[in-house]
């Protein structure tokens, strides 16, 4: 018996590690083609966005994969680390630092949706950019300051350098301290294969998306509806739901919601492997006792029950980010805001920076207000 060899274990429950680390790598690759064709100039970056998506072979489709990819990345994050806390994966003190390293890797994901959304400057861009300087403002004490400061240091060439450039290189670094260290020595090549199969599905979902729900980019010539885009899932969901409470709040709710409570709960689940300790399992054991763990660890009740229970959490998470986010028209920005329109109305003004001419702009009520409901605050 000793010199037989034990056949290889196939074990998925990292699997949706496994698929977010795959989209990652499409994402890659769709965003160095997009990349090619980006003028990053205040007056040229949407006409550049129109041009591969109107009139280069391929382009709309490989632009909507990235939305797509963007949206799901997030989402296969959010079901992995789900899973990974009801496993109880923090408990191993030995392999906090992956679990660290997971946890983090969450914030320059979020930051890559939000950047992106940003570079293509048509006026939905535009109105995220705003959103960022007023974000930080309400930070006491230091908020003034960042305000400035990310007023004063934004220019498209500085984002697309910190989208196409300074994030990937943190996502690689945390990555490869997250698992590629040890899967360069078991084989990165048979993991690839095996998770590539297996994603199959997924990947068919994302190209058929890509092709059939897009992203209007026809205006002037082809004008969207104010609310186009309602009901339609996309990567500004993500980012809306840390921006939603500036609609209804002022002042402190909104450090509590919006500020506080993210970054708490980031660092919470990030450092849950160094303030709880590894249970030590007991010495006495009944033999019903021993029986239930046997079903329990060796059967399909603990794997049916942890889906169910992953899956009411995620289903209650996405339930929320979907009733705050259902009703904002993500692509209907360009139905008023198209050079028909005039000044103003065409691409985001020159002198976006400056609030005494804008002064709307720094009103977040307003700001929030007029994304959702466009047709009734203006």
Not at 14 to 37: E, S, V
Not at 137 to 153: Q, S
Not at 356 to 366: E, F
């Amino acid at each position: 018996m000793s010199d037989t060899i034990k056949p290889q274990s196939h074990n998925w429950l990292h699997y949706f590690g496994g698929l977010a680390f795959l989209m990652l790598i499409l994402q890659l690759g769709t965003g160095i083609f997009l990349t090619m064709f980006y003028d990053p100039t205040l007056k040229g970056a949407y006409k550049s966005v129109q041009y591969l998506t109107n009139e280069v072979a391929g382009g709309s489709l490989l632009r909507n994969l990235h939305r797509w990819i963007a949206l799901c990345i997030f989402l296969a994050v959010i079901i992995h680390t789900v899973r990974s806390t009801l496993r109880k994966d923090f408990m191993n003190t030995a392999k906090r630092v992956y679990w660290l390293t997971g946890v983090l890797l969450i914030l320059p994901i979020f930051l890559l949706i939000y950047t992106g959304l940003i570079l293509p400057w048509e006026w939905k861009g535009y109105w995220f950019m705003e959103m960022i300087p007023n974000y930080f403002g309400e930070i006491p004490v230091v908020g003034a300051t960042l305000k400035g400061f990310f007023l004063d240091t934004f220019t498209l060439p500085r984002y697309l350098v910190i989208h196409i450039l300074i994030l990937p290189l943190i996502c690689l670094v945390l990555v490869d301290y997250h698992f590629l260290s040890r899967l360069r020595k078991r084989g990165i090549f048979r993991y690839m294969v095996r998770h590539t199969i297996i994603t199959i599905p997924f990947i068919v979902i994302l190209f058929v998306l890509s092709v059939y729900v897009t992203i209007p980019s026809q205006d002037p010539d082809i004008i969207p509806l104010p609310l186009e885009g309602e009901y339609i899932p996309t990567p500004e969901w993500w980012s809306l739901l840390i921006l939603l409470p500036f609609l209804y709040f002022k002042g402190l709710p909104v450090q509590l919601l919006s500020i506080y409570l993210p970054v708490i709960l980031l660092f919470v689940i990030a450092f849950l492997p160094y303030y709880l300790k590894e249970r030590q399992p007991g010495t006495i054991q009944t033999e019903t006792n021993s029986l239930w763990k046997r079903l329990w660890h060796n059967g399909t009740l603990s794997l049916v029950f942890r889906g169910v229970v992953v899956t009411l959490i995620v289903a209650i998470l996405f339930g929320l980010i979907y009733l705050g986010s259902y009703n904002s028209p993500t692509f209907g920005c360009n139905s008023c805001h198209n050079l028909y329109r005039g000044f103003r109305m065409g691409v985001p003004p020159d002198n976006f920076k400056d609030r005494t001419k804008l002064p709307n702009l720094d009103d977040n009520a307003w700001m929030m207000g007029h994304w959702f409901y466009p047709t009734e605050i203006y």
